[in-house]
């Protein structure tokens, strides 16, 4: 779905842009199910009526690329979050062969045709090391994270998280500091994971960091009940979670990726450039690029009202930080 308010609905709302920007025709394609086959055959229809540049957003669309892109020679693909295993795992057991999930183990190039295609993962772990690392500094105490499914990019996330969390505690000499963690299986909030909140929240949790998609709603609805916080993900949340719980102020801080302007800038290059040949081939890791500009960077926190700054973690704290990440003295 492109309703996700989060990674999907980015994602295409950056393609709907370049392509009104630059009068180009644009179509957005549902597959018909959650699988491989039913991802090829949206990809075939999207070719059969002229399109020949497909933007993929997430992880699932790996088996796909390793089966349709062969077939297209002419079609360039573009696909977010789509990392080397993704691929590889289809790409293997087509060749007949175990995959045993360690990437760095293959040859990609020997498995998978990447003549037409261009691939990009975030370093998430960044953004949720500085998301965690902001909210102990600002005085939380007892913290959740949320994931939704265990895939690699959420994993990332909720790892970088707990560092972060765990960097401030030693920095305030804290020994207090308390995270539960859980996936939930799924990019969306139920009954069932709202339950599971509200056994956190009345515990004391003070901020669950909701990784996955439309799964912040469970956080939000528990939250709500007791006056506690959020941590948005992919893009800055306050203005979506505030419109959702009909409150303000909900959203401590969130931990976002590049992925409007990584879709739309590569767009550009690609197709009004014509800069094909530096990306087809690649699977591009985005992070930082600047340690003095935090809003060029991939990865990032909000710099506006998005975070709640205050004197104990300001906007030159966070500079500081990035600073630091980018110099390599924090990894």
């Known amino acids: 779905d492109i309703t996700d308010q989060s990674f999907n609905q980015t994602t295409y709302e950056a393609c709907k842009a370049f392509a009104e920007d630059n009068s180009i025709e644009f179509s957005y394609f549902r597959p018909a199910g959650d699988n491989t086959a039913d991802r090829v055959a949206m990809i075939e229809k999207a070719v059969d009526e002229g399109f020949n540049v497909i933007v993929m957003p997430g992880y699932a669309f790996g088996g796909a690329i390793v089966e349709a892109a062969p077939e297209f020679p002419d079609v360039k693909f573009i696909a977010l979050d789509v990392a080397a295993g993704d691929l590889l795992e289809t790409a293997v057991a087509k060749a007949g062969e175990a995959y045993d999930y360690t990437p760095e183990n293959w040859d990609l190039n020997k498995y998978v045709d990447m003549s037409n295609v261009y691939c990009a993962v975030y370093q998430e772990e960044l953004c949720g090391y500085m998301a965690g690392y902001a909210a102990v500094k600002l005085g939380y105490k007892n913290l959740g994270f949320l994931g939704g499914m265990s895939v690699p990019a959420v994993v990332r996330y909720g790892y970088g998280f707990v560092q972060g969390v765990d960097a401030a505690a030693a920095d305030l ?159």
């Open 173 to 331: 000499g804290l020994t207090d500091v308390k995270v539960n963690y859980i996936y939930g299986g799924q990019f969306f909030g139920d009954a069932d994971i709202t339950a599971v909140m509200d056994t956190w929240y009345q515990g004391g949790t003070e901020v669950v960091f909701a990784c996955g998609g439309g799964i912040y709603t469970s956080a939000v609805d528990a939250a709500k009940k007791v006056g506690a916080k959020v941590i948005g993900v992919d893009v800055d949340q306050a203005g979506v979670i505030a419109k959702y719980a009909g409150v303000d102020g909900m959203t401590v801080t969130s931990a976002m990726k590049g992925l409007y302007p990584a879709t739309y800038d590569t767009l550009t290059d690609v197709i009004v450039n014509g800069n094909w040949d530096k990306y087809v081939g690649k699977i591009a890791t985005l992070g930082l690029v600047s340690g003095t500009d935090p809003e060029a960077n991939y990865v990032q926190i909000p710099m506006g009202d998005g975070t709640q700054w205050s004197d104990s973690f300001t906007q030159d704290d966070y500079k500081a930080m990035v600073k630091d990440m980018f110099d390599g003295k924090i990894t």
